[in-house]
């Protein structure tokens, strides 16, 4: 009786154990920004609510910021246009929303 007790306290303990880890949330699943990527993998922090972002929990914004030094208005534009097609190719964004980021960027002072 002593042994099966023993192994029923045990089993039970493995079984909290196990559920803790199933639902009980660690730091290491906080998305402070709510871009959908765990802070801890999250490579751009603060993403603006509700911008597409890539797996690094990037967005357009991030990856060309406007806040960057660029060498010129093209250098600017360049890094929208291939980062947007690359959210396009990755099923992150529309090609109509591509076309409308890249124009914004186009009319922009950014690098100018």
Do not use: R
């Not at 360049?78 to 099923?91: D, I, P, Y």
């Amino acid at each position: 009786m002593k042994k099966e007790l023993i192994a029923f306290a045990f089993c039970l303990v493995l079984m909290v154990g196990v559920v803790s880890a199933i639902f009980i949330p660690s730091e290491d699943d906080d998305d402070t920004d709510g871009d959908g990527v765990f802070d801890a993998d999250d490579l751009c922090a603060g993403t603006a609510l509700g911008d597409a972002v890539n797996s690094d929990g990037c967005s357009i914004t991030q990856i060309c910021s406007p806040e960057d030094v660029w060498k010129n208005h093209g250098s600017y534009v360049s890094c929208v246009a291939h980062t947007a097609e690359s959210f396009v190719a990755q099923g992150l964004i529309s090609e109509e929303e591509k076309d409308a980021i890249v124009s914004e960027a186009g009319q922009s002072e950014i690098g100018k």
